[in-house]
């Protein structure tokens, strides 16, 4: 099966920004570009006449496909040797893009932004979607795709073990191999409360020279293989003592891209992206990728 990124395009500026950005995504890494635009009619008014709702009915149809034929025109006409395809799907925007990501490679969305204090304009549909998408979610700032072209690092936040944070940094060497920039990796810690650590990890950490050193020996530990498998790749380590969402964003100021991890377990109050995913969703500047993890 051909790998494939899938876009949310809705004819607003935002979602041209990620079909932009999906396209040159695909140019650097021999992808295919789908295309995805989910109309659902619905009667604004009831009770309406028959010969009422089909016109209503028509005219919704035009727009719809005229949305999805501006955005297929653009990317071609910007990346003419891609291979792009364009569906208009007749469901509402959440399960059809679900259901269009079951198979892609990433899924890209748009993403309104407000500047950088005020953060993203995250909504309802962004939210369920990166939170429930079996594949890595990328949300892409009006127009911030294009603005990060001629630099910048890729940054990846690294949690837990080496194998919890495996996918997360697989996608994030990929990405930085793919625009042959540098990588920044992150880890952030903080004072442990009381039992917090348990008594193993606290005589590790007395062994090494105190917590510091011990969360440095972790990251090394996750970033050994992927050195080893991506010797082009120029990586900077980091351990920050502070929360993980500040310590990212604050790495990622002048970033191409910035990556996170979120657990894909299933939760009692539904889809969650996690307090990490969830602040630099809203803050950050430049796209950011969460990648599913178990």
Sequence with gaps: MERTLVVGVDGSPESRAAADWA????????????????????????????????????????????????????????????????ELVPDAPVPALLHAARDAETLVLGTRGRGALAGFLLGSTGQRLIGSAPCPVVSVRDRSGGAATGGGAVVVGQQGSAEESAYVLRFAFEAAAARR??????????????????????????RLGGLEPYERAALEQALEPWRLKYPEVEVEARVEQDSAGHALLAAAAAARLLVVGRRARASALGARTGSTAHAVLHHATCPVAVVPHA
């Excluded at 297929?72 to 006409?77: A, G, I, L």
């Excluded at 990588?183 to 590790?204: E, T």
């Design 23 to 86: 396209a040159r995504e695909a140019a650097r890494r021999d992808l295919r570009v789908r295309l995805v635009h989910a109309w659902l009619w619905q009667p604004l008014s009831l009770p309406v006449a028959q010969d009422r709702a089909r016109e209503e009915r028509a005219s919704g149809d035009r727009r719809a496909q005229e949305v999805l034929d501006e955005a297929m025109s653009e990317v071609t006409c910007r990346h003419p040797g891609l291979t792009v395809t364009a």
């Design 181 to 206: 920039a540098p990588l920044r990796a992150v880890r952030a810690w903080s004072l442990p409360p009381v039992y917090g650590y348990s008594p193993g990890s606290m005589w590790i950490a007395g």
